[in-house]
């Protein structure tokens, strides 16, 4: 197993709270971004004071330097582990556990909180795990979603993992943060609005995990015997060209689906597909600031 990658992530709006951090705050305290003048009798740090400024007062009052202070977040991953996100050969969960992985090592690096909520057809109580620091709370998210997935039974079969994700997301309505949906999106997209906008007050980040083997049907003609991922509903299929064309057509209509909900709450989704990429991360943040 490799190292885990870093990413440098960066928040399109101020945050607020006091404990210190590295995204830029709303609060007032020892910080390097200047606000403003005010008097000493109002704010009584001569610690602060500015000579030059309150010699050119036309008040002739003494004035102190007034900064912003830089802060830090609470860090969430809203993991989708549903009876989808294990098809394949494991190429998905390879992706979920590098990202995991490589969040805890960004958030620890950043100076913020970092946790988990997990859902499928419900909310996975069992995985939650509440904002914490550390240098190895990215493995300790991997190694407890590994524990599950590993488990006999593990994931709910269903298809309604939209209501799985609008439980876990109660969890976090109305708190600012930064939150990671991570999900292949495999379920219908009727609710998905209603949790997003229970998330209206963080910055949310959807993460589509897609195996190559889900966007790409295969090459030679025949019977194929296909199973429901979430369901687990079988289906066969004389795989053709024209089949082919419908496959792909598919999937970009499936794209264009999840591209149409997201851009109704003006957020981007970043795909993943074969392996994590934490250059790919940095760069959607940063465009995505700009």
């Known amino acids: 197993m490799r190292a885990p990658q870093e990413f440098h992530y ?9 404990r210190p951090g590295s995204h830029p705050g709303l609060a007032i305290g020892a910080g390097q971004e200047f606000v403003s003048h005010v008097s000493l009798y109002e704010r009584a740090d ?8 309150s010699l050119r007062s036309l008040r002739q009052e003494w004035l102190v330097r007034v900064n912003r202070q830089r802060a830090g977040v ?6 989708d582990v549903s009876a ?5 050969a494991g190429s998905k969960r390879q992706m979920v556990g590098d990202f995991l992985e490589s969040l ?9 909180l970092l946790g988990m909520l997990a859902f499928d057809t419900r909310e996975r109580e069992e995985l939650f795990l509440p904002p914490r ?6 493995s300790l998210l991997r190694q407890r979603l590994e524990e599950f997935w590993d488990a006999e039974g593990g994931a709910e079969k269903g298809d309604d993992a939209a209501q799985g994700l609008e439980l ?3 969890r976090l309505a109305g708190r600012d943060g930064l939150v990671f949906i991570v999900s292949d999106f495999h379920w219908p997209l009727e609710r998905l609005s209603a949790a997003l ?3 209206a007050h963080s910055t949310v980040v959807p993460l589509i995990v897609w195996d190559r083997a889900e966007m790409e049907p295969p090459a030679s003609n025949g019977f194929a015997l296909l199973r429901d991922s979430e369901s687990g509903a079988p289906r066969t299929l004389w795989l053709r060209p024209s089949l082919r064309v419908r496959w792909h057509e598919a999937v970009a209509h499936r794209r264009e689906q999840l591209e149409r909900v997201f851009a109704a709450h003006f957020i981007r989704p970043l795909y993943l597909q074969g392996s994590f990429d934490a250059e790919v991360m940095s760069k959607y943040f940063l465009e995505g600031v700009q």
Do not use: E, N
């Open 46 to 53: 001569p610690r602060r004071l500015d000579l030059r400024a």
């Open 104 to 112: 805890g090592l960004s958030a620890f690096r950043a100076g913020d």
């Open 197 to 199: 906008d229970l998330l």
């Open 10 to 18: 960066r928040l399109p709006t101020r945050v607020r709270g006091h």
């Open 168 to 170: 876990a997301a109660k």
């Open 84 to 88: 989808s996100m294990r098809f394949g």
């Open 74 to 79: 609470a860090v969430h991953a809203v993991v």
């Open 133 to 138: 620091i550390g240098r190895g709370s990215g």
